[in-house]
């Protein structure tokens, strides 16, 4: 078993941030994907960008009580949702044509959600099953709003293996936890498996 | 005036758990006989299931600063819901032709939410006529979230006496609280009188 | 640059209040003729009131930290939403003639409640450009809890520069904090700027 070093507490705190950032960007491309479809126009476009970017990482926070938020305390969350919003808005021809890949950008965000939310839940003291769930409620609350602001019974309650990989993998991360392997190798397994998951249910499903 | 003993100071904190957990089970069945009737798979019905059952309390929870949640902090909540939404997706067809019955055990959660929740609201101190609404909003919460995410206008809304019965009971409750009857007796007649006009509401309604 | 004096500081605690309870009064009003319209019983018509007065203001408290939200904590909230719900069910006939009248109420609500939002995120210490973008949220929140609990997409994503007023009134009363001008007449440009936006939009749109 590992001693906690600062360069291990150090990814205890950046690690969180990169996965937290990468979900929303990917996220916030699907919330303004479904928003152009819908023929919003592109403040519709952002509101809808920011809502399924950072829903899933609110509601964990405002469950676990880390209150501001962190796409709230922090700039950078509303930055990357609106670049996604613009990208995704301006560059819809090339968005639209790359919407395949952004399936698999999406399994790629899934699995940063589930991991930066199980991580997050856990250096806040929540107890490791409900840390394990609140992971899943990060990758799939964005998803969730995004297609009830459209009208439509969220894709995340439907998907072949949508929830139950965000599921895995986070539980993945929080035995890791309890085993005390390294919060990167944690990482790397449970964003893998959920990815994984995801993988087969996109290509066999 | 009765002073509060420890036998009453007791009952004033295991009441709304037990209040809490079995207006939980009963809403996460109802959540999870509206994803199977939606052909959800069995993941989309525990999310539902956790849904309907959970969103009142965790609602009244962050309004009143009672953070992390009972539904987060607590593993018994997503115990109760899954256990729930399992016996509801693998026995459909007896649950299905409980359906009638299942109203009955609406009416009673109903009138178990309505009552922890202005009960937990007065314990911290909310204003009665406030505690009175929160427990209306832990009562109805639920199934509001439930309907919504499978994109309809919730019942809870349309449906006769149901948002007037939770906040009727939960007034009882807040009223006996001011006179300082005992907090069993206000559940009683709290939980007894919302139950009486859903009763009445789903007999001659 | 002016010293915050006795007077000014009163102003910065009276103002919010004033500017929300004008804003609930408002969009209570457009939810309950939202409720009607679908039917639901007086009771529906006072929840859906009661969601969309309140809605944005208590997103905007629970993102910063403001816990009980003031929507909880004061009386006074639920009372104008109830007063609002009451006045459309029982004087429909009056409210749907003047549903025209309702569209500049509405543009004249979601000016205070865009100051409102802002000056009480920056109260609490949250970025100016957060602030802004919480002003928004304070906007636009109760018309899409509103729309969403009717099954609709919410009007706020599609009209014409609905999103966009509410963000230009909240980032200018940002400004004019940053630049030290006297709330009073910060919320009178912020808001009048929304006000107008949304004006020609409604005139010319």
Redesign the interface.
């Known amino acids: 078993m590992e001693q906690p070093t600062e360069a291990t507490r150090a990814v205890l705190h950046v690690l969180p941030l990169v996965l937290d950032l990468g979900g929303t960007f990917v996220f916030a491309i699907s919330g303004a994907m479904v928003?152009v479809r819908?023929r919003?126009?592109i403040?519709?476009v952002?509101?809808?960008a920011f809502a399924a970017g950072n829903a899933g990482g609110?509601t964990r926070d405002?469950?676990?009580?880390a209150?501001?938020?962190s796409a709230?305390?922090d700039?950078k969350y509303?930055g990357v949702s609106a670049l996604a919003g613009l990208l995704t808005f301006y560059w819809y021809p090339v968005t639209h044509r790359l919407r395949r890949d952004v399936q698999w950008l999406d399994a790629v965000g899934l699995a940063f959600f589930a991991v930066a939310g199980a991580e997050k839940a856990l250096l806040h003291g929540?107890?490791p099953?409900?840390a394990a769930?609140?992971g899943m409620v990060t990758g799939?609350g964005g998803g969730?709003l995004r297609d009830?602001?459209?009208?439509?019974?969220?894709a995340?309650?439907?998907a072949?293996?949508?929830?139950?990989a965000a599921?895995a993998g986070a539980s993945v991360v929080v035995s890791a936890h309890l085993l005390h392997l390294h919060p990167m190798v944690a990482a790397l397994l449970g964003g893998g498996l959920c990815f994984a998951l995801r993988f087969m249910a996109i290509r066999y499903g």
Chains 1, 2, 3 share one sequence.
Do not use: Q, T
Not at 160 to 164: N, T, V
């Open positions: 928003a819908h919003l126009d403040f519709g952002l509101v809808l609110i405002l469950l676990i009580g209150v501001p938020p709230i305390a700039l509303s929540i107890h099953i409900m769930l609140l799939i969730m009830v602001l459209v009208s439509e019974i969220p995340v309650l439907r072949d293996l949508y929830a139950l599921l």
